[in-house]
Structures are given as structure tokens and as C-alpha cells.
């Protein structure tokens, strides 16, 4: 007696599913109770039925439904349907009755095709063929269906293939198990969303178990430390200040700079017409020469001086943009600044900066990893948490079975009259009793002992399975560890924030690369100058030398300073262009300043908005079946699809049956009578 009632409380764990203990109470109207809404499903997915399973406590029960029929699965109370209206007098203190259900709408568009060697077939026409086999999963939302189960619940939805019949199975997405000898294949979607998922096998005679789906709604808690990443925000928008000040310091600089150009150009205009009075006396020439040879060495002590300055101003600003960029500082000189800039032009490089990018945030995402690694084991761990139940229980498998086998041939033999229960108990001790339990379990499918199995997880306690999941967490390997790990990073690695800072930086070291070789075309164009300016300053001490030397060379002086008057009103005019465009830069900087300045408010609404599409639709329960229903605990959903078979002859004789006991009718549910 004892082993008939564990497996039947195995039984009905596996009926009900997911649903939870609900307290005995006397029923308000309508009555409090849960629904588990079971949907048959065709091989394509699309609704063949739904019936519903309501679960009452003892009393007098009202309920809403549009059914087409009803009946008590577990007592044998009357109950009475008066349109949308079912009462019943509960006599037991959990009481089940099931509605069969008029409509065939549900939450969710359910579509799988079938697919052998790129031709389509239906499930009927694929049964039995053999080649390269590819099924296509598809699950969108049905608007015609109301109550927001689509957005507050999630589905869970596993394929079995039989590794007899099917190898090199792929199946991008979902989570693959060993159960026996098949495959199980898992998708986990979640509220909100859908999927679209393809699998792939080479199969020979090709057959499919039913497809499971289960709907319960989902409600996690997830919390996230974003202390490290608003650091890192709070130092962005830092730097983006200390850009805006160097602009603003850039655009001063650029400013003094074009007012000494515009004295400088006056300087070079009364120069040449200097040398062209000059060349009205010799005499003249030779005193002006003289006191002007007297001021080259501060002449061009200052034009190098300033030269200095250009360089140590251009060192400044670049350095800063180089920080931004990631690149390491560097020193400017009028001697080096040529190849010192083409070294920088050439590390500004798209694939360098992706390279230096792509390093630097591997490195911070295993860091946050690193400090995250047992909350992952443990998620790990609690996401395959069915597969670990099921492999657990398959350990106890043939014991099950035999379990299951007796009690459906114990209950056999006292419905028929056979034998009385004792008598029935004490032949299942017996040899040949023991005999029948063996070849029952011998007869019994592969689908069967799945869901023995099944239900067998189902009624494990939740002390058990902490117990059976500290085991699996306790057992982890340093290798397993660190794949979890790994894998972990690499899904950071590919997210949109991670491959927009890449991305960003990239971008940015090409605008970078840009101010580079403008800074480098000023400095040459500075250097043009002083180099002229150096040549000038020769000339006129060569012509201190000598009024004779000084007069023969009289013209080409004048021509010289000609063309370093043209010269200094190019650089002047260059000089303005570099002040224009510090000042827009400035006018830039300003606006990123402002546009960054609320950017850790704008992350915050990002992670929590993220967050929210994570943490489920808590809202308050509604019915599937009617919304007169008001009082309902919880809602779920078990979907099944019509197995993938061959047409085969049963060739087994009809059996006259008799009224069904509730214990047979929950072995029929599973297919055991």
C-alpha cells in the first residue's frame, strides 16, 4: 500500500506540474483556485485543444468558464454547467475538475516546420525519411489573445532526438542534454520575447517524441553593482572638462599667436621698404646694415624662442588628445617634431587603436568577472538545474519503473474482478507476479518511461533539490570554472557597450589623426618662416661685412625681403585659419561638455531600463479562462505536440473497460492503461 501511494503522488505531481499547495478554505464567490491550462498541440504547433484543470479547496465551489464539457477528475461530486457557470460541492480537500475549453486561442503563435535535404514536409510526410534533416522553431505573440501572459510569462520548450536515428545534431541557442540515449534539446524564452530557432541532424527513419512547452510566469531579482562603471562615467565626463579647458586654452594661445603675426607682417613690410631706400644711398645702407646686423642674434633668438613655444603649446594639446586616444605622451622640438608626429600619425591607426581598445576592455570585463565568478557558478548551476534533477532520477530509473508497472497491473486485476486488493498484493510477491512486473516494464515505450521520469523530478522537495544543487555546484572542476567564465566574458565582450567604446575610439583616433597632420602642417609652415627668417638675418650680417659686398648684393636683399614679406603674410594668413579653428573646436568641446555632463543619469536610466526587461511582469494574476474569475493563485501552462511517428498497425485486441478509478485515470494521462 505504501508503494501505490508514492507513485500516485508521483502521478499527480507530474499532472499538475508546476502547480503549488493551496489552502482548504470555504469558496467566496467566485471561488479562490489555480488553473493549469494543459494545450495538445499538432506536430506544426498549431492548437488542437486546451483543457483546463481547476484546483479547488473543499466547500461549495463557483466557477466561470466557457467550456464545452466538464468532470471532477478525483471524487465522484456532482457538477453542474449553466452556461459560463460551474458550482460543485468540494467533498475532498484539494479537488480537481477539468473544463475542455471552446476557444483554441493562447498567448503564443506556436510554428515548427519540418525540412529533409531543403524540402519542406508535414510531419505525417517526414515520418520515416532519412537525410539531412532541418526544423525550424518559431514562437511570436498572438495579439488576439488578452491577459498579458505573453509579456509575464516565460516558456520552456525541449525537443528529444533519438541519437540512434539522429547524429551531428546542431542547435544554436539551446541548452543540449544527455537523457539516455537521446538528445534534449532546451530553449529558454523569456517574457516578452520570442524566438526563432533552427535545429539540424543527419537522421535515418526519422522519428520525433512529442515536443514539451511549459508557461509559468517569471519574476527574477537581479541586482546590479554599477559603482565601478559610474567611476569610470564621473572620469569621462571629468576628461571631457579638461578637453573643453585645453580648447579654451588652445583658442587663447592661437589668439596671442595671430596678433604677434599681424605685428610680425608690419615688421616684414617696413623691412622691405627699408631695403628699398636702401638702395637710394649706399651710404645709408651701410650705417642701417650695420645697426641692423647688431639685432640678428635676438632677432632670431626670438623667432626661435617662439619657435620653442609653438612646439611646447602643440606638445601640450596633443598629449591631451593622445590620453583620450589611449596612446602615450610624447615631447616636441623644432628638431623632432617632424618625425615624432609621423610616429603618432602612424599609432592612430584604425587597427591599432581597435587593438589597444579591445585590450583595455577585456581587461576591465575580466576584472568584474573575476569579482563576480561564485554568483556565476551559482547561476550556472541553477540554470541547468532540470537536466541535474533528471539526471539524478535516472539513477533511480528501473526501480520507478517497477513501481509504475506494479501498481497499473494491481489495479488491473481488482477492476476486473480478478483477485481482491490483498490477494492482487500478495501475487505481485509472488514469482510469476514478480514475472509480470518484468515484462510490463519490458513493454513499456521510451515516451512512457520519459514521463515516469518526468514526474518522478516533478515530486522531488525543494530540500532535495537545494541538496541535489549544492552537490553539482560543490563538484565543479577549475576547468569547468573557468569555461563558465570564459563564456561569461565573451558574451560581454559581444555587447552593444562594450563594441560601442571600441567603436568609439576608433572613430575618435581618426578625427585625432586629422588634428595631427594639421598640427604638423602649422608647425611646418612655422618652420618655413624661421628658416627664411635665419637666411634673412645671414644675409644682413654678410652685408654688415662690406658696403661694396652689401651694394652688389643690394637687389637680391630687396627681392629676399620681398619674398619673406609674402612669406609672413602667408604664415599670418595660416596663423588666422589656426585661430578660426581652435575657436571652433572650443565652440565643440563646449557643446560635448554639456551634452556628457548628464551622461551618469543617462546610463542609469539604460541599466534600469535593461533591468526591468529582466526582472518580469509582476502584476497581479489574472485567469486564462474567464475574467469573471477573480480569485486566482496562479496560472500555468503545459504544451504538448502529437510525436513524429511512422504509421504502424496496433495489432493488439480491444479490451471492454469498465468505469475508470481516478488512479486509472491519471495512468491513462500517461499513457500506462
Known sequence: MNTGKKILSMLLAAILLFSMAAPAFAAAVPSEKEEVIYINLKADGTVEDIYAVN??????????????????????????????????TASADRTYYEGKMKTTDIPWNISISYFMDEKQYSADEIAGKSGRLKICFRVTENTACGGGFFDGYALQAAFTLDTDRCSGIAAPGATIANVGKDKQLSYTILPGEGIDAVITANVTDFEMDAVSINGIPLSLSVELDDAELQDKIDELIGAVADLDQGAADLNDGAQALSGAMDALSEKTVELNSGTGRIAGGA?????????????????????????????????????????????????????????????????????????????????????QVDQQAEALYAGYIQANADSIYLAYVHGQAQALYAQVAAQAILEQLVSDGTMDRQQAEAWLQTAEGEAQVARTVANMSEEQKSQIISGAVAGLSDAEKQQILQGALASLTDEQKTQIRSAYIQQQMAGDEVTAGITAAVAQSGEAAARVAELKGQLDSYGAFYKALKEYTDAVGSAADGANALKLNLDTLYESTGRLNASVGQLDAAVKELYAGTDEMKDGTGKFADETADMRGQVDEQIDSMLESLTGDTAEVVSFVSEKNTYVDSVQFVLQTEAVKSQQIDSAGSVTEGPLTFVQKLLRLFGLY
Open 283 to 367: 651710404a645709408d645702407l651701410y650705417g642701417g646694415l650695420s645697426a641692423l646686423a647688431a639685432q640678428n642674434d635676438p632677432l632670431t633668438g626670438a623667432a626661435w624662442s617662439a619657435y620653442v613655444g609653438l612646439c611646447s603649446a602643440s606638445e601640450e594639446v596633443l598629449n591631451a588628445q593622445l590620453s583620450a586616444n589611449g596612446l602615450s605622451a610624447v615631447t616636441l622640438t623644432p628638431e623632432t617634431y617632424s618625425a615624432v608626429l609621423q610616429g603618432v600619425l602612424a599609432q592612430l591607426g584604425a587597427d591599432e587603436i581597435y587593438a589597444q581598445a579591445y585590450k583595455s576592455a577585456l581587461q576591465t570585463v575580466s576584472a
Open 55 to 88: 484546483i479547488f479547496g473543499k466547500g461549495d465551489i463557483t466557477d466561470y468558464g466557457d467550456y464545452a464539457s466538464v468532470g471532477i477528475l478525483n471524487t465522484d461530486d456532482e457538477i453542474t454547467q449553466n452556461g459560463d457557470t460551474i458550482t460543485f
